[in-house]
């Protein structure tokens, strides 16, 4: 499925460690249809997003979905947000831990959600 990802502005990659600061376009089609009339990123889009760039930056991460855990959604990601995904892929547990943040205009970091992630067949 190709659909539009949020706008690149930057990112910063040693290792297993990744920092990649986006927009999340208002155009995007993510933000159609959650709420009518208060639209924010949905959290099933920002897990997509951060499997998405792992799987880009990190080339030895397993491409198959293993589950969840320890999932939190704080504050909304509105349109037009510039963001900032953290990625630590770590390789012995196959566990892909992300981070979207942002800073205020009081220079605030504000946590959007964070979890982790498992990939790889557990069979």
Not at 66 to 86: A, C, E
Request: with cysteine; net charge negative; charged share 15%.
């Amino acid at each position: 499925m190709n659909r539009p990802m949020p706008t690149l502005l930057n990112s910063h990659i040693v290792d297993h460690h990744a920092v990649i600061t986006l927009c999340a376009d208002d155009g995007l089609d993510d933000f159609k249809g959650h709420f009518q009339t208060f639209a924010l990123l949905p959290g099933v889009s920002q897990i997509d997003w951060a499997v998405h760039f792992a799987r880009h930056y990190f080339n030895d991460m397993p491409s198959e979905f293993g589950g969840m855990d320890v999932i939190k959604f704080q504050q909304p990601i509105l349109p037009n947000s510039t963001i900032v995904l953290t990625l630590d892929w770590v390789a012995e547990k196959q566990k892909l831990q992300f981070n979207f943040s942002s800073v205020t205009p009081e220079n605030e970091t504000v946590i959007h959600s964070s979890g982790k992630i498992s990939m790889g067949n557990k069979a």
